[in-house]
């Protein structure tokens, strides 16, 4: 079964930061580039940050410069901050590979409101 755990969402005020974790196995996080996926109510669902196995990284451009994607490969766990969070970045946020596979998690939500 594959496992896909997020996490660290929440409510946060314009201009504040949250991190988000995306937990994992082991076999997915060593063979697979892995990603974060956003979306809002009413929208599809939309590729926010990637990163390759060889650390490269990919960001969509309305959250460039402001979010960053890593990896920890001792806990096969992925990471996004977030800075300078807009109330346009109220989703809920996913994880998994890309290209993604056919599970998907329950996701976290990220409700950015004053």
């Known amino acids: 079964q594959v496992r896909l755990v997020e996490s660290g969402g929440g409510l946060v005020q314009p201009g504040g930061s949250l991190r988000l974790s995306c937990a994992t196995s082991?076999?997915?996080?060593?063979?697979?580039?892995m990603a974060w996926y956003r979306q809002a109510p009413g929208k599809e669902r939309e590729l926010v940050a990637r990163i390759f196995t060889g650390g490269g990284t990919y960001y969509a451009d309305s959250v460039k410069g402001r979010f960053t994607i890593s990896r920890d490969n001792a806990k096969n766990t992925v990471y996004l901050q977030m800075n300078s969070l807009k109330p346009e970045d109220t989703a809920v946020y996913y994880c998994?590979?890309?290209?993604?596979?056919?599970?998907w998690g329950q996701g976290t939500q990220v409700t950015v409101s004053s």
């Open positions: 998994n590979t890309y290209p993604y596979g056919l599970y």
């Open positions: 082991r076999v997915i996080f060593s063979i697979n580039a």
